[in-house]
């Protein structure tokens, strides 16, 4: 990747947050907490995992930094909604905690010097060695993923309802 693409993904990656938000006006509330099957997230699941998920990102992305060739782990997303009961978390929370890690992350890698960004590598527990410029792109394409989820979600809720009317 040239550094202009890289500078393209930053700043890419860093719009997530008004991206999601800009987003998120789409769903009404009455169905956030509405699943399209048992094993589906919500809305409200797939915003409180996002929060953590982001929260796994910061320090991965800090582990490339500061302690290359270090490890990191994976996490079982679903267990986490289930045992951490996303249902009964706080949406405006976890977008706050989303938008300031985001941020501080952006803020960082905007920061990267060349030799870190062509070097630097972390062993994941799943995937295996990972680049830094594997986790941006990883990342960049996290929320973009997930707004599609909550459009089906969407989709899938609009249809049942005009189903039953």
């Known amino acids: 990747m040239t550094r ?7 700043e890419s990656y860093g719009r997530a947050y008004p991206v999601l938000i800009e987003a998120l006006k ?10 399209p099957a048992p094993e589906k997230w919500s ?13 796994n990102s910061h320090v991965r992305c800090r582990r490339f930094i500061a302690e290359p060739g270090s ?5 079982d997303e679903n267990k986490w909604a289930d045992k951490l009961n996303y249902h009964a978390q706080n949406i405006d929370d976890a977008l706050e905690l989303f938008r300031l890690l985001r941020k501080t992350s952006y803020d960082l890698i905007k920061m990267v010097d060349e030799q870190t960004w062509q070097t630097a590598t ?19 394409e996290h929320i973009p993923v997930h707004i599609r989820q909550m459009k089906r979600n969407l989709d899938a809720w609009k249809a049942l309802k005009q189903a039953h009317t």
């Open 122 to 140: 972390v062993n994941h527990s799943e995937n295996g060695i990972m680049t830094l410029e594997q986790w941006l792109k990883i990342y960049d």
């Open 71 to 75: 490890g990191v782990y994976g996490y």
């Open 43 to 55: 809305v409200h699941e797939v915003i409180i995992h996002i929060a953590d998920s982001e929260a």
């Open 26 to 35: 789409e769903f009404p509330k009455e169905m956030w907490q509405w699943k």
């Open 4 to 10: 202009e693409e890289r500078n393209k993904l930053i």
